[in-house]
């Protein structure tokens, strides 16, 4: 299966999970043996600290025209570029969209972080029209509570055919919470916890991976 070159996690809502997706993204690419750089988009420059803990290689790169004229050339140095996009919306975020191949959008499940997610899904059917269908996207939920009812219909009112919601959710989980402190991600730390932790991050990439590679 194909490897989308850039891959940007995007959602203006602060919290929804774009960093912890990233650096998790980053760190399962490099597993796979890819090479790998993070971008941290985000003015905050919250994951490249974490990246730096990983031993992974990481760029801050918070400027649109930067980011614009950076991401094709990092995307010809490595396999992979991890694009960590910021709490807003914004023209970094438009260049981010200009630039990469596939765009995750993670949303919590309270009906406030649904909602919200329209805004960035506005932007992102631009991009598509602007770049006859690119960057793929596609919007997962995060940190969802196991004993949560999910509303299957309000999730799917939320997904179209053009940005469709991915089947696997991830859940809340302390481990996954705890990563950043202990400077590293849940496919390294012990315990079963973090092995299904893991396993979950292992689906959603998967399904990422072949929602990308799908006609
Ligand atoms: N699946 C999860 N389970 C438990 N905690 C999570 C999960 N995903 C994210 N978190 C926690 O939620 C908080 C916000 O996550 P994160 O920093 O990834 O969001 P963000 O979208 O990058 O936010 P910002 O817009 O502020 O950059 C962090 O404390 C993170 O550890
Ligand atoms: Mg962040």
Known sequence: MKSPKVLAFANQKGGA???TGSAHAADWF?????SVVLVDADGQQSSSAWLQELGLPYKIISDPETLFESLPKLAKEYDVVVVDGPGSLSEVTKAILARCDL????SRESIIDLR???KI???IRHAKELRKGSPKAAIFLNAVSKGSVL???AQDALGDSLVPLLETVVYDR???KDAP???STVFHMRGKPAKDAAANYESLFNEALKFFNDK
């Open 116 to 118: 919200s997610t329209g």
């Open 30 to 34: 490099s597993q796979k043996g890819a």
């Open 151 to 153: 509303l299957r219909e």
């Open 181 to 183: 402190g202990q400077g």
């Open 174 to 176: 302390q481990c996954i």
């Open 103 to 106: 765009v995750l959008v993670p």
């Open 17 to 19: 999970g774009k960093s």
């Open 121 to 123: 899904l506005q932007f």
